[in-house]
């Protein structure tokens, strides 16, 4: 067992403190890595504050993680000490289910195994996440991260832009297709530079008039003031794809009438209370689609970080102490981030000693 440092809360209104536990040994097909970065997603308050219903507590968050292999079991072929890799939000599934055989283990039709707030399949033990020191992991769990890209700016690649990459690629985001990122948060910021690399037209709806410049910057050809409804019926009926990311409950139809016929809105932005239902008749007229979507499967996270490390992407990122993450909550919660916190792992180590 190794002796590791994190961060956990204890309870639902209870701040993230200091909490000592032990990684589990290695097991044949097992990674040791040494966290470096680990990126702050909403989800990760989300869950400490309970507010999805099925946080075990103490819970250590952190599903955006970066760090260097420090050890690999006997049965380890894909990984070496040493190299730069990446976890995910998912760090084991049934892989035998039809959506494990397509790759699709986030939709494992036995159950994935979380990387934080999950129960190892093995020794049902309650997995902790990159709020810490060191993890251990499958190796089929385990992402290349490339070399060129800076490693605290990849960190939120593994949840962030997993859970954008995947709806623009499932629905066929690119050249000749108008595309629609709502939010400008973690997964929002992602999503305007993702599918701005795909080649689509892309525009940024945002509630923050302050983020306008920002959206341009990171790859919008156009931004509109989502509250303002003269520049939402500016683009009524035009899109081919729109990606929700907003962290909390709101209107869906004006959205929804943004859409072309046969568009589809996706949902992955995940609120405590849900999005009152749309108006059918927005819906039926022209054919128009809402679908959801949840992170990505390994393969496709894998495929993500490739083409991130081919286009230079990475997350714009406000590092933070790991002593600072409970502030950093808050001002989440403002909106006020840009736009991904990332705890540098070294300072837990300094509050460790
Ligand atoms: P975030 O950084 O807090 O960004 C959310 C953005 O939503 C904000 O920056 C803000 O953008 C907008 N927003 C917030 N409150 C709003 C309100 N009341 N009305 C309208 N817009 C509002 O959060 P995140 O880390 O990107 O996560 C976003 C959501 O996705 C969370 O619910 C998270 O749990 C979920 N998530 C889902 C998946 C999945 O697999 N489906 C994976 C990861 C995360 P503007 O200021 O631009 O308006
Ligand atoms: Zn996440
Ligand atoms: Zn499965």
Redesign the pocket.
């Known amino acids: 067992m190794y002796p590791t440092y994190g961060y956990a809360a204890r309870g639902k209104e209870t701040p993230l403190a200091p909490f000592e536990f032990h990684r589990r040994d290695l097991r044949e097909n097992d990674v040791r890595i040494d966290v470096q970065f680990c990126g702050v997603?909403?989800?990760d308050l989300?869950a400490v504050r309970d507010e999805w219903h099925n946080t075990i507590y103490p819970v250590v968050p952190g599903h955006e993680i970066v760090g260097r292999v420090a050890e690999v079991g006997t049965g380890v072929t894909d990984f070496k000490v040493g190299q730069l890799v990446g976890v995910g939000c998912l760090v084991d599934s049934c892989r035998t289910c039809a959506s494990c055989a397509e790759g699709l283990e986030q939709y494992c039709e036995n159950g994935f195994v979380l990387t934080y707030n999950g129960n190892d399949r093995v020794s049902g033990d309650i997995t902790y996440g990159g709020y810490s020191n060191q993890v251990v992991v499958d190796e089929a769990f385990v992402l290349r991260v490339p070399e060129n890209l800076d490693p605290a700016g990849a960190a939120p690649l593994l949840?962030?832009g997993i859970?954008t990459y995947s709806p623009l690629r499932t629905w066929g985001a690119g050249p000749g297709k108008k595309v629609g990122i709502v939010?400008?948060?973690?997964?929002?910021h992602m999503g305007v530079k993702l599918a701005h690399a795909m080649g689509a037209h892309v525009v940024l709806f945002?509630?923050?008039p302050s983020?306008i410049g920002d959206g341009k910057r990171l790859g919008a050809d156009e931004v509109v003031i989502s509250k303002d409804p003269e520049q939402m019926n500016a683009h009524a009926n035009s899109f081919d794809l729109i990606v929700n990311?907003?962290?909390?409950t709101?209107d869906l139809n004006p959205f929804l009438g943004l859409l072309r016929r046969d568009g589809t809105m996706v949902l992955?932005?995940?609120?405590e209370h849900d999005h009152p239902s749309p108006q059918v008749f927005n819906l039926i007229f022209k054919r128009r689609r809402l679908a959801g979507?949840?992170?990505g499967g390994i393969a496709e996270t894998q495929e993500m970080l490739d083409f991130c490390g081919q286009h230079g992407i990475t997350s714009d990122i406000e590092m933070i102490k790991m002593q600072d993450i409970n502030t950093a909550y808050e001002r989440?919660l403002k909106?006020d981030?840009k736009y991904r916190f990332v705890i540098d792992i070294d300072t837990l180590r300094e509050a460790a000693r």
Do not use: R
């Not at 939010?183 to 929002?188: A, V």
């Not at 992955?268 to 609120?271: E, K, Q």
């Open positions: 997603c909403h989800s989300h949840c962030a859970t939010g400008l948060g973690g997964l929002g945002t509630t923050s983020k990311t907003v962290a909390a709101h992955v932005g995940a609120p979507s949840l992170i989440m909106s981030v």
